[in-house]
């Protein structure tokens, strides 16, 4: 069992700063993610975790008791990097054995968890070859082996399936995730990619500009983003955002952007905003219907383009200067140029203050 308490992690190097204050409590077992882009602290993290750099400033606990001060090869925690680092010139069973070896087990020893790492991860028939002459998913798998075979507490992974083609990530994002199952080994994963950590996380942490913004289970933070970085950042097309201000009118209470006003009365949240405020008006393209007829809540618009991508359209569409992306079924007949009406899912809208921050 391991549990792991990143208490206030932070990481300069000179004035940069790579990670700022993160606080983080992963449960045993758990696959957690750490999402965000490029540049936005990702390494740094696990790099702190696995005791490849000293933090600035914080505490790492894993069990309760800190190991901030224990050396990287005393850590109970495996590292797979973005690369797979395997030693080219050993083979397969040798780069699997490699960590074994250093730590002096039997021969015996080395040899039977190799066997069964090989055959958790179906590497039995390539042990004799040399890395080079497998593919990218087989090279992936060593790297794994070579990190399960350890048995350690903590997985720690580096955007493992970065350098392979969609296909076989598609297939090793199943494979991680149900290794990681099968061991039960608390893991920390981190990606830029959406879609892995939609789709094997337990949690996703989402990372900016090396500042934990939102830690949920993916529905949380798909549904409920704390401020428009989130919001952003999980869905494809993005969210549609709209400036927009508050208004209050006749008892009633609109979002007014150019072109469009929605009737929010029944949102309490907005209760005692000033009129004039700026807010940001967020909605995402599966909650736009397109629709014949003109309502009293109808949005016009009209079509500006049109992506099929077979199991949905995307349709890009213009609200006087402002374009939106809706996702609609594939049956629907659409033609650019045609003026059509938008229904907006009201329960789905969220709405954001001007610096971005969730109001609901
Ligand atoms: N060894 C280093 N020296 C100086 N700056 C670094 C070093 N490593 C990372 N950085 C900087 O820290 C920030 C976070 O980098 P990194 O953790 O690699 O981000 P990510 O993995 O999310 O792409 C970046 O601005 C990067 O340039
Ligand atoms: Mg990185």
């Not at 075979?149 to 955007?159: A, C, H, T, W």
Request: net charge neutral; aromatic share 6%; proline share 4%.
């Amino acid at each position: 069992m391991a549990t792991v308490s990143i208490q206030n992690i932070t990481k300069y190097y000179g004035d940069i700063r790579a990670v700022d204050g993160v606080n983080l409590d992963v449960k045993d077992k758990e696959f957690l993610t750490i999402l965000g882009p490029s540049g936005c602290g990702k390494t740094t993290l696990l790099r702190l975790l696995a005791g490849l750099e000293a933090p600035t400033k914080g505490d790492i606990l894993v069990d309760g008791i800190s190991i901030i001060d224990i050396p990287t090869r005393e850590r109970d925690v495996a590292m797979v990097f973005q690369s797979y680092s395997l030693y080219n010139h050993m083979t397969v069973y040798d780069n699997i054995a490699f960590p074994l070896k250093m730590r002096k087990l039997s021969a015996q020893d080395i040899e039977s968890k190799v066997k069964a790492a090989s055959e958790l991860l179906e590497l039995q028939d390539v042990l004799k070859r040399k890395p080079g002459k497998l593919s990218g998913g087989e090279q992936q798998r060593v790297a794994l082996g070579r990190s399960i075979v350890r048995e350690p507490k903590v997985f720690l992974m580096d955007e493992p399936l970065t350098f392979l083609d969609p296909k076989i990530r598609t297939q090793m994002r199943i494979e991680i995730k149900s290794l990681q199952r099968k061991l039960g080994v608390t893991t920390i994963y981190v990606t830029h990619d959406q879609v892995e950590a939609m789709t094997m996380s337990d949690r996703i942490g989402l990372l900016d500009k090396g500042i934990l913004q939102q830690v949920g289970t993916p529905s949380e933070v798909y549904r409920k983003p704390t401020n428009t970085f989130v919001g952003s950042f999980l869905g494809s097309p993005a969210i549609n955002f709209m400036n927009c201000s508050y208004l209050e009118k006749d008892g009633k209470v609109f979002l007014d952007a150019d072109y469009v006003k929605i009737d929010v009365t029944y949102l309490k949240e907005l209760i005692g905003k000033k009129n004039g405020s700026e807010l940001i008006l967020g909605v995402r393209p599966e909650e736009i219907a397109i629709v014949k007829e003109k309502s009293a809540d109808s949005i016009e618009a009209e079509v500006f383009m049109t992506e099929p991508l077979g199991s949905e359209i995307i349709v890009i569409l213009k609200i006087g200067e402002n374009i939106v992306r809706a996702k609609v079924e594939p049956g629907t007949i659409i033609k650019i140029g045609d003026k059509v009406n938008l229904n907006i899912n009201k329960k789905k809208i969220h709405i954001f203050n001007k610096s971005g921050e969730a109001i609901c």
